[in-house]
């Protein structure tokens, strides 16, 4: 599978790692970078922390990568010229010189490490489709090409930030979750560092918020879908990467479309023993994630304390039951469901083609469990952000957020903090002990039985 996959899905041969690696690593760890000179060596730090024993069987493996000079902007060519000298010289064994000395010797006595270079003239990035998701697709599919573990057997694919850390178990526990064979993909319990100044704590804060709520809220209507998707804390097997045909291209929300298509083949779990630290900065790089949010949010483009209504979610949960209750009837007739349910929710699907892509599943899944995997398949998480957008824009506007929260807390049979629900916007220590408890529904499933509402 892996030699069929490369030969016809792989990125580009002609970025190749330096130095060459002739021997297999159990677990890789592909980091994607972009101007990162003055984060990457933290973050190579942190994965020095980790013990021996794990950094033994472990590669480390950086992409520094950007599109040509003209599209980039003033600066980022320079740094990636300064990143690659420095990460050459790490992977050669030595300390990488000057002021970064004392943190390189750190990582060049304990880290393996290997560059591919991305970024040098005739190396670059196409312009069009130049950006993260190719970056990892080349890191990852240059793991593919390395000589198999001794022993045989597949690899443990890591994908990481070069501005992220990680804490001192985090190879053990990524090793630990798949060792029973059972899953090829996880996404692992994140937290981003709180910033010294008070707005971008504002701004972090309320992101977190959304995130957790988000996920919550699919967990809530029993959705597959329900993890979260962050490109620097999220892992698979080498065999789960082929069998999706690898990493996607695309330039802002790699993460999501390649954990979305992860899930249809196989299960992805929740690594929790240890935390990934993703940073906190903003960021104008890509459309999507962190950095855009917390630039908008300092921008004051927009109210950023606003989430989906918690009838959505009740909305998809009942949608959800009823194919699940109901899977010999016909497409016609699971619409006449939907709409008893909501409307809005029959028009969304009417405009998706559910009944002609239902009666095709029906025809091709004749045992009730592919045929609910078939659906899900077609049902997958970008659909389901698509009908959580629709009925959001058609029946139930955003509200907001202090307003919004009960519903889970209700729904988990959680207190809620004092001074929900509210209008207003909460002091830092209650928004924190929030997404605490927010935290601690993850590691739970609700309560039975639906609950609605605001208040």
Known sequence: MKNDYLERYGADPRWKPFPEIREGFRTVVVIPALAE??????????LAANPEGDLAGTLVLVVVNNRERAFLKPG???????TLEILRELASGRDGGGATRPAAREVAGRVRLTVVDASSPGLELPEKTGGVGLARKIGFDCTLRLP????????????????????????????????????????????????????????????????????????????????????SAMACTSGAYAAVRGMNRRKGGEDFYFLNKLAKVTAVGDIRSTTVHPS???????????????????????????LYHPRVFSILESWLE????????????????????????????ETRGFAAAWENIRKNA??????????????????????????????????????????????????????LPSSSIPPAAVQEEILFAMESMETRPPSPGPVDGIG
């Open 76 to 82: 980022e060519w320079e740094d990636n010229r300064k």
């Open 280 to 306: 906190p900065r903003r960021s104008g790089r890509v459309p999507f994630g962190t950095g855009r949010r917390v630039l908008r949010f300092l921008e004051e483009e927009r109210d950023e304390y606003l």
């Open 37 to 46: 000179s003055s984060s990457i060596l933290h973050t190579l730090q942190s």
């Open 322 to 349: 009823t194919v699940s209750w109901h899977p010999g009837e016909k497409g016609a007739a699971l619409l006449e469901r939907a709409k008893d349910i909501h409307p809005a929710l029959a028009t969304f699907l």
């Open 148 to 231: 198999p573990p001794r022993g045989g057997g597949g690899v443990l694919l890591c994908s990481l930030d070069a501005d992220t850390l990680v804490e001192p178990n985090y190879l053990s526990s990524v090793r630990r979750f798949f060792k029973d064979g059972k899953r090829g993909a996880a996404a692992i319990r994140f937290r981003h560092p709180r910033p010294v100044d008070e707005e971008e704590q504002k701004a972090i804060v309320c992101y977190e918020i959304f995130l957790r709520y988000y996920v919550l809220g699919l967990r809530s209507a029993r959705s597959p879908y329900a993890f979260h998707a962050v490109g």
């Open 366 to 419: 004749k045992r009730n469990d592919r045929l609910l995997r078939q659906f899900h398949g077609w049902f997958d998480g970008f659909e389901t952000l698509k009908l959580v957008r629709f009925l959001s824009e058609e029946a139930f506007p955003l509200v907001p957020m202090f307003e919004a929260l009960p519903f889970l807390f209700r729904r988990w049979g959680v207190p809620c903090p004092a001074g």
